[in-house]
């Protein structure tokens, strides 16, 4: 049974970690990775530079995509979280949030076919530039020690529950925060491409078997690739929302004042 | 664009933040008094599995009375 | 016995799919009651949101216990 399924040679069946890898392109520093983060900056900062050139009050097609990514975040992400303080990080909510869709999207563009962020290391980058900043804009604002305070101790409590709360909160606010940022947007892109290696791949692992049911049989898993390609555009989407919400959550939760 | 009239004040929570933290609170306390309640259980030679079991019950009633006092107040 | 196919790898990963099969209905059955309840009376959201996070707390709770005792138990 197996041996007719694994009859097709030179497929990477199944599909595993070392298919997130392809090989280098010029020595140990140029990877697929680096030109498509390079490809993505460079994408943004042209986009940016050329609606925003020539700014008119009747806004042209361009400026008026530019100027709705910039409204959806400001007004649903920087000012629903953070309040009237938000608009301040707007400008940067909405470059993270344009990077991370951009970047996201690589997994699904013909040619590119994987994410950068579906390796650990961008979303972890990504997480840390969020937790410095959440960190020194709280200790900014309330200086170090009422912030750890503020943080750390709830107010109100009889004292022997401190005992018990105390490290919960350390936890939360220190560790669980920025992993559970940067693993989110790693593990949904890592999934994603993962499902979508089983479907194609399987696909051809099916077609090249000498069975004709097991070859009519692939187009089952060739639908299920595309259908499950227009749900990566979704989780791109989605993911990208989420880490830039939960941002600007935290950096509001640190600005707020104790009640 | 217009003023939405569900607006909330900004002290108040909102959703995705609320669920973040209650998640967020949940996995810290259960994970650390866990971690704790095995260490206790080690060094006192209780029974397999008494001590973490003790252990993440404790987190998980302190996290919950957190998320209580933080979230819903 | 011949070996068709095997599988490697720790049963306590099948253990925690198992585990949060409850907790997953639980949850979706606290936000439908949530939603429920707030779009019939929508001047009640904010009081039914306190037994709205102590639902959701006290279920998620149960499905973090299976992903804590599958990385501790072995």
């Known amino acids: 049974m197996s041996g007719q399924l694994v009859a097709a040679e030179g497929l990477p069946w199944p599909p595993s970690v070392g298919d997130f890898y392809p090989p280098d392109l010029a020595g140990p520093w140029v990877t697929k990775f680096t030109l498509m983060v390079w490809l993505a900056v460079g994408l943004l900062i042209v986009f940016f530079m050329a609606t925003y050139r020539n700014p008119k009050l009747v806004p042209s097609k361009g400026q008026w995509m530019a100027e709705s990514v910039y409204g959806l975040v400001r007004d649903n992400i920087a000012r629903e979280q953070m309040g009237r303080d938000g608009i301040r990080f707007a400008p940067y909510f909405t470059v993270l949030f344009c990077f991370i869709v951009v970047t996201n999207l690589f997994g699904i563009v013909p040619g590119l076919q994987i994410s950068p962020n579906s390796h650990i290391a961008f979303p972890i980058v990504l997480a840390l530039i969020s937790y410095v900043m959440y960190l020194y804009i709280g200790a900014r604002k309330h200086g170090l020690g009422r912030y750890l305070k503020q943080s750390l101790i709830l107010p109100g409590v009889p004292w022997p529950m401190h005992f018990l709360l105390i490290p919960i909160e350390f936890l939360q606010t220190f560790v669980v925060r920025p992993v559970t940022l940067a693993v989110r947007l790693f593990a949904n892109m890592f999934a994603g491409h993962l499902i979508l290696l089983v479907f194609t791949v399987g696909g051809f692992v099916m077609l090249a078997s000498d069975n004709i049911f097991i070859q009519i049989s692939s187009v089952a898993a060739f639908v299920m690739a595309i259908l499950m390609a227009f749900f990566e555009v979704l989780v791109a989407l989605l993911q990208a929302y989420v880490f830039v919400t939960l941002t600007a959550n935290y950096i509001g939760s640190s600005l707020a004042d104790e009640h | 664009m217009a003023d939405n009239p569900h607006r909330r004040s900004p002290d108040e929570h909102s959703s995705e933040g609320v669920a973040g933290a209650v998640l967020g609170y949940l996995l810290a306390g259960i994970v650390v008094w866990g971690f704790l309640g095995w260490l206790a259980g080690e060094f006192l030679g209780l029974p397999t599995g008494v001590g973490i079991a003790v252990g993440m019950m404790l987190g998980a009633a302190g996290a919950i009375y957190l998320i209580m006092k933080r979230l819903s107040a | ?74």
Do not use: K
């Open chain 3, 1 to 74: 016995m011949d070996v068709l196919a095997a599988i490697n790898g720790n049963v306590n990963t099948i253990g925690y799919g198992l585990a949060a099969i409850g907790p997953g209905i639980g949850v979706a059955l606290v936000f439908a009651a949530y939603i429920n309840s707030s779009a019939r009376q929508p001047e009640s959201a904010g009081y039914n949101r306190t037994w709205l996070v102590l639902g959701f707390a006290l279920v998620e709770a149960l499905a973090l216990f299976g992903l804590v005792l599958a990385f501790a138990v072995n």
